[in-house]
């Protein structure tokens, strides 16, 4: 589901989207878009968004990966779950913790100006529901 319609379509740069299998936070591409969004254009919220059934889990999950180049970039999912949706949750929380390391969202959720979450999408009921929650924007009036 984009998430453009998921959030109701919030005003441009209200989040920057990333999409990466399994919500992977690793690597110069993923990290450096990240710092991009929040150091060149300001977004004040970094969601990481995960969803129930996720294939890229379930290859981590199942041993399926397809080809040597997926099997590379599910190995930096580590689960010890099972139980998919429990693995799913089991890896949002494993890449947010991976987010929050990142030295300019520590800087900004230090600062005051961006907070970061990891959540969770109910692809069968449509509901998210927030897991985790780093920082809290001031109001400003």
Known sequence: ??????????????????????NIVSGPVVVGSI???????????????????????????????????????????????????????ENLEQQFQNMLEIECVQEGIREGVLEAYAMMYDLQTGKISVHRRAGNIEQRV
Request: aromatic residues 8%; contains cysteine; charged residues 20%.
């Open 1 to 22: 589901m984009p998430v453009e319609i998921v959030f109701d379509a919030l005003e441009p740069g209200t989040f920057f989207v990333i999409r990466v299998a399994g």
């Open 35 to 89: 710092e991009f969004s929040i150091r060149q254009i300001k977004t004040p919220y970094i969601v990481l968004l995960g969803h129930t059934n996720c294939n890229a889990v379930k290859a981590c999950v199942d041993g399926t990966f397809g080809s040597e180049i997926v099997a590379q970039l599910l190995s930096l999912i580590k689960v010890k779950s099972k139980e998919l949706n429990k693995a799913v949750i």
